[in-house]
C-alpha cells in the first residue's frame, strides 16, 4: 500500500498534475516512527522551548535498488529529495495562490527550478557520530543566540541517528527559503536515510522570531 502511495505522488508530481495539498499530503502518507520520535523530543526536552521553532519532517519510501551501488546510491537519493522538495513547493505554492499576494508569490516555476537545483549541487553523506555532529551543526546555526547548549542538542542527534545506525545526507548550498519554509532557516538540506523502515526523511527548520 505504501509503495503505491509513492510511486502515486512521484508520477503525478512530475507530471504537474497533482494539487499542492493532496502532494504534500502524500509525502507525508509513509510514516516514519523515528522521525516523529525526534521532533517529539526536540520538544519535550531542554531544546526547543517555544513553538516559534518549526522543525517539520518529510517522509518517504525508498525503492531497494538505491542501495545497490555508490553511484546508483547518490543519483537516487538526489531523484528522492527532488521529487518531495518539488511536491512541498507546490504544497506551499498551491497555498499561496488562495491568499491575495502580489509580491514574492510562490510559482510553479520557482519549484521546478529548486528540483532543477538539487540533482546539481554537491551531496555529502555522513554516518556514525559524522552524522550526529553535522546534523546538530545545522539546526545549531538556524539561531545565532541560541539559549539551548550544542551538548544538549549532541545528545539527541546521536540518539536518533547513530544509535539506530541512519545515514545522513546533507546537500550542500541549498537554500530553503520562500520555496520550503517561510521563517529564518539556514542553507543546507538535511535528509536521513533509514534502512530498516526503508524511508528517506527530508528536514526543514525556521524561526519565527
Not at 527532488?82 to 502580489?102: E, H, Q, S
Not at 538556524?142 to 545515514?167: A, C, H, I, M, Q
Request: proline share 3%; with cysteine.
Amino acid at each position: 500500500m505504501k509503495n503505491s502511495i509513492v510511486r502515486f505522488i512521484i508520477g503525478a508530481v512530475m507530471a504537474g498534475t497533482m494539487p499542492g495539498q493532496q502532494a504534500k499530503a502524500a509525502v507525508n502518507a509513509v510514516n516514519s516512527g523515528s522521525a516523529q520520535e525526534f521532533k517529539r523530543h526536540m520538544y519535550t526536552t531542554d531544546i526547543f522551548t517555544g513553538e516559534n521553532f518549526r522543525l517539520t519532517p518529510y517522509t518517504t519510501r525508498f525503492q531497494p535498488e538505491i542501495i545497490s551501488g555508490p553511484a546508483l546510491y547518490d543519483a537516487s537519493i538526489k531523484e528522492q529529495l527532488a521529487r518531495t522538495v518539488y511536491a512541498v513547493c507546490m504544497a506551499r505554492a498551491a497555498k499561496n495562490a488562495a491568499t491575495i499576494r502580489t509580491d514574492g508569490s510562490l510559482t510553479v516555476q520557482h519549484c521546478e527550478r529548486a528540483a532543477a537545483q538539487v540533482k546539481v549541487m554537491p551531496l555529502e553523506r555522513f554516518a556514525e557520530n559524522g552524522a550526529a555532529n553535522a546534523f546538530a551543526e545545522w539546526i545549531f546555526r538556524v539561531d545565532g543566540d541560541n539559549w539551548y547548549g550544542f551538548n544538549s542538542l549532541l545528545r539527541e542527534t546521536r540518539n536518533y541517528l547513530v544509535k539506530r545506525d541512519r545515514e545522513l545526507f546533507m546537500l550542500k548550498g541549498f537554500s530553503p527559503d520562500n520555496v520550503l519554509v517561510d521563517a529564518l532557516s539556514t542553507e543546507d538540506l538535511p535528509l536521513v536515510l533509514d534502512l530498516v523502515e526503508c524511508t528517506v526523511t527530508l528536514w526543514t527548520l525556521e524561526l519565527a522570531d
